[in-house]
């Protein structure tokens, strides 16, 4: 008698505990928690990559203020990069405007309507 109200127990209870981690793993495969996961892991990679930027805008820093030293040179160091001048963005736009070459007019074109 001990011995089937035990084994019925079991398989009650290891029941239980498998519909219960079906459930959750159904309830993680849902598109809304796919999406909420996806946005969390995207948010922590960009803090990383936020995190990298700034350790490596600290050594660049660091690195110019000691080439700095070794040279002689004692301009302070301005952790901004520099912006770019006007005359190459002023070249860099001229290379990409467009040409546009005028026909000349020919009097015996049909095509216009006079």
Avoid: C
Avoid at 82 to 91: G, T
């Amino acid at each position: 008698m001990f011995r089937r109200t035990f084994w019925f127990t079991a398989g009650a209870a290891a029941g239980v505990w498998a519909t219960t981690k079906v459930n959750r793993k159904i309830r993680q495969l849902t598109p809304e928690s796919l999406a909420a996961q996806a946005a969390d892991k995207a948010l922590e990679a960009g803090h990383r990559l936020k995190d990298f930027a700034l350790d490596v805008r600290e050594g660049m820093v660091r690195r110019e203020a000691e080439l700095g030293g070794a040279l002689g040179l004692q301009a302070p160091v301005d952790p901004e990069l520099p912006a770019p001048s006007r005359a190459a963005v002023e070249a860099a736009e001229a290379r990409r405007a467009p040409t546009y070459r005028t026909l000349p007019y020919n009097s015996d074109n049909r095509n216009e309507d006079h």
